[in-house]
């Protein structure tokens, strides 16, 4: 089982990324997938839920109307749309099946002018 991370990055505030993760080693599309981050100093939290199939969705307050996860089953890869970044989005950035509770890696995302 192996969950990738990627696209993180430095932007400035106001800006975009777009997250990756590639599952392979696991029945994908039969999965709900999440997407957590953990700043400096601070608990792991999680930030965006999808079901296996993308029909339902679920998003922390603290992102709410910014971000947007969604999934390609096709691909096997979930995916995290940040827009109107913020300083306070700053963290390494975990993707995690929600099933069997694999967690891939990691991916640094830095939001600062």
């Known amino acids: 089982v192996q969950l990738v991370e990627s696209g993180g990055g430095l932007v400035q505030p106001g800006g975009s990324l777009r997250l990756s993760c590639a599952a392979s080693?696991?029945?994908?599309?039969?999965?709900?997938m999440s997407w957590y981050r953990q700043a400096p100093g601070k608990e792991r939290e999680l930030v965006a839920t999808?079901?296996?199939?993308?029909?339902?969705?679920y998003y922390a307050n603290s992102v709410k109307g910014r971000f947007t996860i969604s999934r390609d089953n096709a691909k096997n890869t979930m995916y995290l749309q940040m827009n109107s970044l913020r300083a306070m989005d700053t963290a390494v950035y975990y993707c995690?099946?929600?099933?069997?509770?694999?967690w891939g890696q990691g991916t640094q995302v830095t939001v600062s002018s």
């Open positions: 995690k099946s929600i099933e069997g509770g694999f």
């Open positions: 080693g696991f029945a994908f599309s039969a999965y709900g």
């Open positions: 999808i079901t296996s199939f993308g029909s339902s969705t």
